[in-house]
């Protein structure tokens, strides 16, 4: 168990070397590590208390953050925030112990200690019971979930592609002050149709019937019920007095935060599905599009209108707000109907598969706990 060090940082013949050096800050999600912001040279590290790790090193740090941790692919030294663990590789696999970070972490969360800050020595660490079966099965398991592990960024790196292909898609597939998107299918050549959102939706507000009840006999939305475009079903207002007919949403009207704080004025959520009777609730406008209603949903997530949104919100009280009548007068580019369904369907796929990644990665993290708890001692 190796600490670390940082050579002087007024000596620039430490500094701009080719000996990564890092700092617990870097130590985030990733499992091996690949290059440091910071390298040191070869008298940089003479010249300090640092020690140059072999590949294999479980870096871990021991402040700033006790327990993360993350497997060294190419030799490396650290700064003083660290207590990195270098397996004897006839004895301990290196990735069976990445393996028990959980373990790591909660031993020298509870052993750390200090006045500025919670630190663990390398002392302390070297104390910590670690049960270990033979190195073959140390490898079997280390390989099981190397292979889990794999898996899971494999899913993570292809959401994040696909939310990135989607924000420049919003970007680009909307028409801009010319009135022509940047990008758009094969056939349709048309200018947009400049229009105002209350000639091409109705705009309603909700019903104010309190709706802070556990339970109730009448589901009603709150706020809190939109979350990342979709309606949050755990967190609706429920209420026992009736409510006026009028305020019960359908399929593919939009809710629309028009009551709340700057940074969420306009967020905004379609329903998609509805599992029970729902009712309109206070501080979201109800948008029931005359158009196809996935074009509109997506047309307002677009950076256009949410900074529309954000410029034209009421500033003067604690919260923001977007009255009725200034969201109808919100301008709308719209093409013809047929380009209206095949950009909804486009970003209504797009939406599929991001959220079939997500399962799967929360699929396989929960049978990653699952292993971690029935697998290990």
Not at 320 to 334: D, E, G, H, R, Y
């Amino acid at each position: 168990i190796v600490g670390g060090g940082t050579p002087s940082t007024k000596n620039p013949e430490y500094w701009d070397g080719d000996i990564n050096w890092y700092s617990p800050a870097e130590i985030g999600n990733q499992i091996y590590t690949e290059k440091s912001e910071r390298q040191i040279t070869e008298l940089g590290l003479k010249k300090s208390s640092a020690k140059l790790l072999p590949v294999g090193t479980v870096l871990f740090t021991s402040r700033a953050g006790i327990g993360k941790t993350a497997i060294l692919n190419k030799e490396a030294c650290t700064n003083q925030g660290f207590q990195s663990i270098i397996p004897r590789s006839k004895m301990l696999n290196s990735y069976f112990l990445f393996s028990r970070t959980n373990s790591l972490k909660q031993y020298g969360e509870t052993m750390g200690s200090g006045s500025t800050f919670v630190e663990v020595s390398g002392k302390q660490m070297s104390k910590m019971p670690l049960f270990i079966p033979n190195i073959n099965e140390q490898s079997k398991i280390a390989k099981l979930f190397q292979s889990l592990d794999r898996t899971i960024t494999l899913h993570e790196e292809k959401q994040r592609q696909l939310e990135r292909l989607k924000k420049a898609l919003l970007q680009k597939m909307f028409a801009d002050k010319t009135g022509y998107p940047a990008l758009r299918f094969k056939g349709f050549t048309e200018k947009w149709e400049q229009r105002k959102l209350g000639e091409i939706a109705d705009v309603s507000s909700g019903t104010s019937i309190d709706s802070r009840a556990t339970h109730g006999r009448n589901r009603v939305t709150r706020i809190e019920t939109i979350a990342n475009g979709e309606i949050d079903y755990k967190h609706i207002g429920w209420t026992n007095e009736n409510i006026d007919p009028r305020y019960n949403l359908k399929i593919n009207d939009i809710l629309y935060s028009n009551i709340n704080s700057i940074d969420h004025i306009g967020k905004n959520a379609i329903i998609k599905t509805l599992p029970f009777p729902l009712y309109h609730g206070m501080n979201l406008l109800r948008i029931v599009p005359r158009i196809n209603s996935l074009f509109m949903f997506y047309s307002l997530n677009t950076i256009e209108h949410r900074i529309w949104a954000k410029s034209h919100a009421n500033k003067a009280v604690s919260q923001a707000s977007i009255n009725q009548s200034t969201l109808n007068n919100q301008p709308f580019k719209v093409p013809k109907l047929e380009e209206q369904e095949k950009i909804g369907q486009l970003f209504q796929s797009l939406d599929r598969t991001i959220t079939l990644h997500d399962q799967k990665i929360q699929y396989l993290k929960q049978l990653k706990r699952g292993l971690l708890q029935k697998m290990f001692i």
